[in-house]
């Protein structure tokens, strides 16, 4: 069994695909996809991804403000309690700095993640943190606002080790994309090769990043079997192995998700 720790259900080109959504998770079953997390990104989708985890038995989901989304609408830990209490969902996120698109936003970007890293402290949830070239600014608020009973994932991750390292010390988990699968990402396959095995995750970040071969097409998460085989055999480990490594890790980060 694995699970897609990590997509966006409801951003899908779906138009290749009769029978829609049915369809493109049916195909993710058949390779062996038991379990989906629909990842929020902002206020706007939220009663989409809850809709989504409702309807599917396989699907569960997180609700939160993307740091690239802060300017449609800031979520308070107030909000963010309240919406942590709808069903299905297993997680707040994802959030987290993105200083590599955005800038600008840089005051604002902090503030929101501050509120969810408080707001999952409170709620007893895990957080899903997105990171672009914020490498110190990431681990420190981690530090100074997370709740290391709880935790979190630091999702498709393409930092450091010295990073990766501290968030273990954090006791997040890694999650692992198809970019680690992409031709020029050496470092980041280094970086994969020394994550301890019970804390990886694997994920599409559908509909972004399909992993290679699909790289430049739409990715959906049956691509999910692509980047686990990938990082099983960069680990030397049988598929199976890492599948039901992977699979466990993710429900002792996301009990609510069982
Ligand atoms: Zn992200
Ligand atoms: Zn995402």
Not at 34 to 63: M, P, T, W
């Amino acid at each position: 069994m694995l699970v897609d720790s990590h997509c966006h259900l409801d951003r899908l080109k779906l138009d290749q695909f009769d029978g829609g959504l049915d369809a493109v998770l049916a195909l993710a079953r058949d390779r062996g996809v038991h379990k989906f997390l629909c990842v929020g990104i902002s206020l706007d989708n939220v009663e989409r991804v809850v809709e989504l985890a409702a309807a599917y038995s396989d699907v569960v989901c997180s609700v939160g403000v993307h740091p690239l989304d802060v300017e449609s609408g800031l979520a308070e830990v107030d909000t963010l309690l309240a919406l942590a209490r709808k069903p299905g969902v297993v997680a707040l996120g994802e959030t987290g700095l993105d200083f590599y698109y955005s800038t600008d936003t840089k005051e604002i970007q902090r503030r929101s993640f501050t509120a969810h890293l408080q707001a999952a402290g409170q709620a007893g949830l895990p957080v899903i943190v997105h990171s672009r070239d914020a490498r110190e600014e990431t681990i420190d608020l981690i530090r100074a606002h997370g709740n290391p009973e709880h935790a979190g994932v630091l999702h498709c991750f393409t930092e450091s080790w010295e990073m990766a390292r501290a968030a273990l010390d954090l006791n997040y988990y890694i999650s692992l994309s198809g970019i680690v699968t992409f031709k020029n990402a050496a470092a980041l396959r280094d970086v994969a090769r020394r994550i301890p095995l019970d804390r990886l995750l694997v994920e599409t970040d559908s509909p972004y990043l399909a992993p290679v071969p699909y790289r430049g097409k739409s990715n959906i998460p049956a691509y999910v079997r692509e980047v686990a085989e990938f990082v099983a055999d960069l680990r030397g480990l049988p598929f199976e192995r890492l599948a039901e490594a992977t699979t466990e890790n993710f429900f002792r980060l996301f009990p609510r998700a069982i």
